[in-house]
């Protein structure tokens, strides 16, 4: 079999295993959830379990209901109230704290849903398209770019996709996903532009596409994507010495298609200027609208927006929280990396193992895992949230299996510990992310758990399997009078499990030759 | 296609010609001079030169032995070591140098340059790199909390400048063991260390360590042979150990004498209630002083504090640098010269853990403390060793690696400017516990206004009114240095003083007001002029203006 065909045939068990996977895992409820009339009716299933776990994804729904019924991104008071508190005033109107991408991403989805009675479910399945597409990407990049055997790259994507909480945030409205994609895309870009040929302007195009884009998804994609830029004009600078001197040269196509990126950003400062009338107001520095705290004084909003966004560069990430937002991503038992996700101690071999090996792209992922760790260990929130696990380091997750793969490759001798190693990591480390997938995507950090009197450990989620207490529309729609959520959420483990295992026997005939 | 631009072989020649007409260390000394200028002309116009509160009395220490009631060299006291105010009493002569502290900001300016000068050679003696060796110097020639620094009559610097030169020399020597001139010159700076602060004292001892130990590192592993080696070896250790040691720790046994002598115990320095182990008690009686008693969190609290110095950038590339000395080099005293390197961190994290220093720092200090930022500057003591290590580590990477270090070390740069690293050392002196900029007593603006002349009796310790602020001359105060004026002044208040400026439950509030009788001898000879919460002053009663 060809290589190409190789690809494909492996590309397309990539899409069945995670259309299967996270549509198990969707979270959703069938029907309209009409907000346009006032409060909801249940309002267990908002902040409850399901679809609308945490204000992120409310706020973000918010934005496509009121997209779709007022043809605005500003939310009128009842969906303001249902996406509070991440949601922002300004000149009398509120919006969502997040800029519109994912809810842009969602839309049509919802209105294809409705022909069938599941906007929220198609709305919400627009996540799992981008994490399947952005899997798909990251196999691309293991063979292409790292040579990787396709057992090897198959590996590499699965414990991204089902051994981390990619698979948390895969199946509920967050920006998370895209921003990977767009990362995956712009860095395949600069190595296909790196190697030059007659459509290396189009490459070069999408790489200053994708991150125009990236602003559009989270704002901090600006700085998150600098490692790729860096990469990119390394890719496009040269420097050389000729008999006249030293000759400093730049492509022509990486200048040229900056066009590209100046069209997106004039589009971002319209899209300012067109919703708060100001092309430098952005939403994120908008004051928060908190409903549990009553309405607020919307009169001296515009002051209050400007002070905070003066406020949120300067303070919002600074190094004075650099030890404690470096203990709570990384050890911590609320949102810690290892604590969620163990099997990224093998990541951490895999640097050690490639560290001869270096190449211009492994020095782009490390400095794509460093920026990500720093930047968000100095925000003055490490926790995300509600969050289940350190959703801000997912950048970084969705690199670091890559060395993974280079540990694999290091083995030699020892690889059947090796494999035991990565089997029972693996295992572990999907048992967590799956268990917040079919119950709750939410734990709380330790001063909020210890506000609201709860648990700020993941494994307090396992209650929710006894109660038979599940987010997974799949679940609740199709086999919650049949089997047990225990059972259902047992099934989904072996079934990754057998995949996993199956994908641990090939790779010796692929990478060894045995 | 590529848009190019060649920098002709001529313009290249230039260049190079103009870089060789001084050598790269006077290039160094070149660029620290302007940058110490610069910094230090920033300082003085945003009035940061005596904003920490030690700045000042730095100052203060060094005019009384030329200026005072008493003048003499026993107005150096008995608790901060002597050095950094022997060198500042050449330019305190000048009122104008002492007022603006522009004679703190010369000793340290100057030990500023040396130091960077000779963490060059530092560099360059390791690496055999003279790039290496450049980068290494603009480390810290470039780090703002140095610069800051520098700027200011504050001792950190002159330990710097002994911690470098006695390294300097104690790794020439740990290269060449036959080198006795490179020792005995290690000693003598470390001397000067051990009498500047008493991070010299764990230097110096640091180096005797090593110095019996490096012959050692040669011997045989077998322990019969090794015992044969080190006996043969031991009147060469004994004799090196000796040389070294009697010079080095000279200075320590005279601050011993000096105690003893000056101030009746040899022990002054840590005994006395104004001593740094005293004003611990008072944090420990609190329950703030988090260090003491836990080694993890003592080096995480210096681990942090040195970082945040440093910079988080140049810190993390200096542990690579660290680990490829140690692991990479082969040389067999690279152990020593980075326990030598690291002596300030390990003196500290020791002071820390025992309760004999302690440190705030935002990061890590409970906000439930009354303050979250308090001597962080001791953090700077490991910029040379970061510096050294980056340097180090810029010797040993590939050209791309060496690019890849200049552009961190630039964004490095541009943490600091846009706030995202704060200059931590400055913003202690600013804004933290340091700091006496930070809230002005109005008191001191109606000294600046009202004082028409006559001694003045304050307690210094309480810094109750800036005398370096106020138009005061140092030879009109009478402070608890001036025997028997100050001494005689709490029996007879009246007897020399025309001012009396007293601060809640400092030693003259406690002598003349808390005691009812001193109290009514008070407002007998005195009128009460200025009243505020925590501050009086009392003027004297129809007493001609003294000169």
Known sequence: ?514 | MVISLTIKNSWIGGVKRLAGIISPEQWVAVAALFLAVASTAYSFAMGYIISYGDAESHLNIAKRVVDSLTPGFAQLGGIWLPLPHLLLIPFVYSDFLWRTGLAGSIVSGACFIVSAVFLYKTVFLVSKNRAAALFGALVFILNPNILYLQTTPMSELVLIVFFILSTYYFIKYVGDQSDLPALLLAAFYGFCATISRYDGWFLVAIEAVVLILLPLAGAPKSPGKFWQFAKSSYKKIEGKAVLFSTLAFFGIILWFGWGWLILGDPLYFTDSDYSAKSQQLAWAARNELPGKGHAVVSFLYYFVTSMSNAGVIMFTLAIFGLAVYLFKNKSPGRWFVAAVLLAPFIFNVLSLYLGQSVIFIPSLTPTSYDWTLFNVRYGVMMVPCVAFCAGYLFSQIRPGGRSLLAILSVLQIGLFVVGYSPVISMQDGVVGLSSEIHQVPDAQYFVDKNYDGGLVLQDDFARTISIIKSPIPMKNTIYVGNKPYYQESLQEPEKYARWIFMQQNDEIWKALYDDPAMQGRLYKYFTKVYTSPTILIFKRNNVPEQS
Request: charged share 10%.
């Open chain 1, 1 to 514: 079999m060809t290589d190409n065909k190789k690809n494909i045939l492996c590309i397309a068990f990539l899409v069945l295993v995670g259309a299967i996977f996270y549509f198990a895992t969707l979270k959703a409820v069938p029907g309209f959830v009409d907000l346009r009339t006032g409060l909801p009716n249940n309002p267990a299933q908002f902040g409850g379990i399901g679809p609308f776990e945490s204000s992120h994804e409310r706020s973000s729904y918010a934005m496509v209901l009121s997209m779709l019924d007022y043809h605005t991104v500003s939310l009128p008071k009842p969906l303001a109230d249902f996406g509070s508190p991440d949601v922002g005033y300004y000149n009398g109107k509120f919006y969502s704290f997040f800029p519109p991408g994912v809810a842009a991403m969602a839309y049509p989805f919802y209105i294809l849903g409705e022909h069938w009675n599941l906007p929220i479910a198609f709305a919400y399945f627009s996540m799992c398209i981008a994490a399947i597409l952005a899997l798909a990407m990251l196999f691309i990049i293991c063979r292409d770019i790292f040579g990787f055997s396709a057992p090897l790259s198959l590996l590499v994507v699965f414990i991204l996709g089902f051994g981390t909480i990619f698979l948390n945030y895969s199946i509920t409205l967050y920006q998370h996903i895209p921003t990977i994609f767009l990362m995956f895309v712009s860095y395949y870009s600069v190595w296909k532009f790196r190697k030059g040929g007659k459509f290396a302007w189009l490459w070069a195009a999408a790489v200053w596409a994708c991150y125009g884009l990236g602003p559009i998804f989270d704002y901090p994609n600006l700085i998150l994507m600098l490692p790729i830029l860096g990469y990119f004009f390394a890719s496009a600078f040269s420097l050389a010495r000729t008999d006249d001197g030293l000759k400093i040269g730049l492509r022509n196509s990486f200048v040229a298609s900056l066009v590209v990126l100046l069209l997106l950003g004039v589009a971002q400062i319209y899209y300012n200027r067109s919703v708060f009338g100001n092309w430098r107001i952005y939403s994120n520095a908008l004051p928060r609208y908190d409903q549990t705290l009553g309405s607020p004084d919307l009169s001296n909003a515009a002051t209050q927006a400007i002070t905070r966004q003066k406020e949120s560069v300067a303070s919002v990430f600074s190094e004075k929280n650099l030890p404690l937002g470096f203990y709570i991503l990384t050890v911590s038992v609320d949102k810690g990396l290892f604590v969620y996700m163990p099997i990224f101690v093998l990541a951490i071999l895999g640097m050690y193992a490639v560290r001869k090996k270096m190449t211009l792209e492994i020095w782009t992922l490390l400095a794509i895992c460093a920026l990500n760790l720093i930047l968000y260990s100095s925000f003055g929130d490490p926790w995300g949230g509600l969050s289940y696990g350190p959703r801000y380091l997912l950048p970084a997750i969705a690199v670091l299996p890559v060395f993974i793969g280079f540990w694999i490759q290091s083995l030699g001798k020892r690889r059947l510990w090796g494999s035991a190693a990565l089997f029972a990591l693996f295992a572990y480390s999907s048992a967590v992310s799956l268990l917040g997938a079919v119950t709750r995507n939410v734990v709380f950090p330790k001063p909020e758990a210890l506000y609201a009197d709860t648990s700020n450990k993941f494994w307090f989620n396992a209650r929710y399997l006894k109660l038979n207490q599940s987010g997974s529309f799949a679940y609740n729609e199709f086999f919650s009078g049949r089997i047990s959520l225990t059972e259902y959420y047992l099934i989904l483990f072996a079934a990754i499990l057998i995949l996993m295992l199956a994908l641990l026997l090939l790779i010796p005939k692929y990478e060894y030759g045995d």
